[in-house]
């Protein structure tokens, strides 16, 4: 028996780590254990939200989204632009609107079904500053780091999607948006998520994402893309451009964020519920939108609540409330049973330190253990959304990693219980430790999570290798990932034609998936 | 109505206990005692520029200090900034009538494409603050609305906030549109928001980057004063 398992062993060749790094932190698990509020106060808070839709109304200027509204039913006053929403026309909306919806990668292991208490991690925003990985210091971002922020989330574990990371500052706006979803397309097999600025510049990403997919059905049987629309401009306005683009999309059948970021205190009250109940109020009133406009359009909830510190006005991302608040959106959306998109994991800090560090670890611990689906800005985010750093990312999916284990929880069966383990260790014939046991082995690569840049080891092995700081260690990694990861080519032909069709500046060597 | 105990009778106060009455009054945001405190001074026959500089700008200049230093929060500023709004508009017909220098007017608006205007509202009011007359033009602003505005208004200054990297670039075409006007020479124009940086503004051929409002309400005070010999305190 035990010659055989020898045997066996030693047939497997050199031992190599099984790849459980989904089963340890499986995207997708299931959140919700972490709740703010009490079901009590969601229903006040949501109630209250549906008083400020009926009673202030939102603003919405004379467009066609104002005609939409009130051909169904809501108030217009047309000289002060304000629209009121009665409370029974935006319940039956929350009732039909869709509770899931389905994203999806160029590689379907990368899928993402948001809803329910499913939480999924990714990176987000638009950073304009970029810490370069040579000098370490701030400098204007690019279209190559569009591309190479993508590569490196496609090559990260605990990096569930890709929202473009910054902004190509080398692009004229025209080229901007068909380039920056194509960059990343390029280079990662996860889903992708974008702003377009016009209505034209929506149609040739679209064009774009077809050719990817291979066809509109294929697109829209599995989108690769989907949008984020900034909409309102709280409190309580729609934004006429932004809202054009969101019609468009709508009608396009794109999934859409409804991104909606007041700042407590400035652009919403300075108590967090009440925060909440404007947030949740101009949210309802987006999703009334998109699901008047094509009812069953696949909406995303897309709260952003954040701070602004009353002592200078800035924009605060990095705070206890922010983590309070972006939790509590989590149980609201769940009320209305739509799925819910949040900002969770940035920064203040202007480098990955131990400010960073403990404010990535707050808000995004707080939203995943809350049950959010779809939690972005949580990698590479540094100074208030200004900055995103190489490093950061590195640094931030093992951070990411280690919540994920923390939302899988602890498994609790006859098995995990152990009896038999700790009776047979602790017995005559016992060892008195577990490192051998066959449980030991049998989880050892499951139970844990083990991240790839956390230090454990003895100071003096860490001193004997110059005493690296994270930073250091990350930007390692950082570099040997982006010189080794290939990513996943699109089909035979396409990349040909997606140049041919478009302005395309990216240069070639920086499309991974050529 | 208060009681005796508590209502000052400002005219008991000699001339200076007056004046630093209502710098206390502006800093604690009393808009009321602010005016009536301005109304006395008007009344004793003070010039509405000495009010001015020497009460309403000299309590403002420790307001901007103490926020620039973490003593006063935002809301506070608002405060102190709609008082001192209060009190210039007693002021103001009264300084208009004399050939005391103006206080100075801002247009401000953030730029084509554009929606974010916190910052930009912020900028706003810290130059009420400052004693200034801030016409708001509002959000998605185009070269032709801000040309038109500085036509009506003759401002000293004109403000524009982008906070998009994508939206930066109209700034440099709104200064051409108020060239080609024959209104760039009469203008400081002030640019600010998140990406906007000093190598920007002089490069679109801005007179000044500010990085922050406390700074914003400092350079028009300095830029004013350099001109029209208006109050450059702070
Ligand atoms: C709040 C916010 C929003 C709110 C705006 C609400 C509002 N009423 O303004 C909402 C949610 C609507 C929004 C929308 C969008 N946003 Co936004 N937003 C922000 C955020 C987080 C904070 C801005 C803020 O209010 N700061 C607080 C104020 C007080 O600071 P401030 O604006 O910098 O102003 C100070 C100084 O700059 C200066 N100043 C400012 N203006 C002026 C003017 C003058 C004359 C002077 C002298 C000084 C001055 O003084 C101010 C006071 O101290 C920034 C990130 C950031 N940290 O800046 C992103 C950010 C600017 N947004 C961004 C993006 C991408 C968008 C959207 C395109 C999102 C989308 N996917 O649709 C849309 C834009 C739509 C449009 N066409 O404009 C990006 C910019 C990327 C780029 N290309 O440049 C940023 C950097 C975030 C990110 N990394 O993703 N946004």
């Not at chain 2, 700008?57 to 102190?80: C, N």
Request: glycine share 10%.
């Amino acid at each position: 028996m035990a010659r055989a398992a020898a045997r066996s062993r030693r047939r497997r060749g050199p031992r190599t780590t099984p790849d459980t790094r989904a089963i340890v932190a499986p995207p997708g698990a299931l959140g919700g254990r972490y709740a703010p509020l009490t079901e009590g106060e969601i229903e006040r808070i949501h109630d209250a939200a549906l008083t400020v839709l009926e009673r202030t109304g939102v603003e919405v200027q004379a467009s066609e989204a104002r005609e939409v509204f009130a051909d169904a039913g809501a108030e217009v006053d047309t000289a002060t632009d304000r629209v009121r929403l009665p409370r029974g026309l935006v319940e039956e909306t929350i009732a039909a609107a869709p509770t899931e919806v389905h994203l999806a990668g160029r590689d379907p292991r990368h899928d993402l079904v948001l809803g329910g208490t499913r939480v999924y991690m990714g990176t987000g925003g638009a950073a304009v500053k970029v810490l370069d990985l040579d000098t370490g210091a701030a400098r204007e971002s690019t279209l190559a780091d569009v591309a190479r922020f993508g590569r490196l989330a496609d090559a990260l574990d605990n990096t569930h999607f890709y929202l473009r990371a910054c902004v190509a500052r080398d692009l004229p706006n025209e080229l901007l948006d068909v380039n920056t979803f194509y960059a990343s397309l390029a280079n990662t097999t996860k889903h992708v998520t974008g702003n377009c600025f016009t209505v034209e510049s929506l149609e040739e990403v679209l064009e774009l994402a077809t050719t990817i997919a291979g066809g509109e059905q294929a697109l829209r049987e599995r989108p690769l893309v989907s949008l984020v629309t900034s909409w309102t401009v709280s409190p309580l306005r729609f934004a006429p451009e932004t809202t054009e683009v969101l019609t468009a999309a709508v009608r396009l059948g794109v999934p859409v964020f409804l991104s909606s970021a007041p700042q407590a205190g400035a652009t919403s009250p300075a108590a967090l519920a009440g925060t909440l109940v404007q947030l949740h109020a101009e949210e309802l009133s987006g999703l009334t939108y998109t699901q008047l406009l094509r009812p069953g359009a696949p909406t995303v909830l897309g709260y952003v609540p954040s701070v602004s510190d009353l002592r200078t006005g800035n924009f605060v991302g990095g705070s206890p409330e922010f983590a309070l608040m972006n939790a509590a959106v989590a149980q609201l959306g769940r009320r209305c049973g739509v799925p819910v998109y949040n900002s969770s994991g940035l920064s203040d800090a202007k480098v990955p330190d131990v400010q960073a560090g403990y404010e990535k670890a707050l808000t995004g611990l707080a939203a995943a253990l809350a049950g959010s689906n779809y939690i972005h800005h949580s990698v590479g985010f540094l100074e208030s959304l200004l900055t995103v750093a190489y490093e950061a990312y590195v640094i931030d999916d093992d951070l990411n990693g280690s919540i994920m284990r923390m939302v899988r929880g602890i498994e609790v069966t006859d098995d995990t219980l152990s009896l038999d383990v700790i009776d047979e260790v602790c017995g005559p014939d016992g060892e008195g430790h577990y490192l051998g046991t066959a449980q030991s082995l049998a989880l050892m690569n499951t139970e844990f999570y083990y991240p790839h840049t956390a230090d454990r080891r003895t100071r003096e092995d860490w001193e004997a290798d110059g005493a690296p700081d994270l930073r250091e260690r990350a930007r390692l990694r950082a570099r040997e990932l982006l010189d080794t990861h290939r990513v996943q080519p699109f089909p035979d032909g396409v990349d040909d034609r997606l140049r041919d069709r478009f302005d395309l500046q990216l240069p070639p060597e920086l499309a991974a998936a050529r | 109505m208060t009681t005796a105990d508590d209502e000052l009778d400002l005219t008991t106060l000699d001339d200076a206990e007056l004046y630093e009455l209502m710098g206390e009054d502006l800093y604690d945001g009393l808009r009321e005692d602010v005016i009536e405190g301005v109304t006395e001074a008007l009344a004793r026959g003070h010039a509405a520029y000495d009010v001015l500089t020497d009460g309403l700008v000299a309590g403002m200049e420790q307001v901007g200090i103490d926020f620039r230093d973490g003593v006063l929060f935002v809301p506070e500023v608002l405060l102190a900034a709609s008082a001192m709004k209060g009190g210039m508009e007693l002021l103001r017909p009264r300084l208009a009538e004399t050939d005391a220098p103006r206080a100075g007017t801002l247009v401000i608006g953030t730029v084509k494409g554009d929606i974010h205007d916190i910052g930009k509202n912020l900028v706003g009011m810290m130059m009420e603050g400052a004693g200034l007359e801030v016409i708001d033009l509002g959000i998605n602003r185009s070269a032709d609305d801000f040309v038109a505005a500085v036509q009506e208004h003759r401002p000293e200054l004109l403000g524009m906030s982008a906070l998009l990297t994508t939206t930066m670039p109209y700034m440099r075409e709104v200064i051409e549109a108020l060239a080609e006007a024959g209104l760039r020479d009469d203008l400081h124009v002030l640019v600010g928001g998140a990406p906007v940086n000093e190598e920007f503004a002089e490069a679109i051929g801005a007179d000044a980057y500010c990085r922050d409002a406390a700074v914003a309400a400092q350079t028009a005070r300095q830029l004013l004063g350099a001109r029209t010999a208006v109050p450059a305190g702070g």
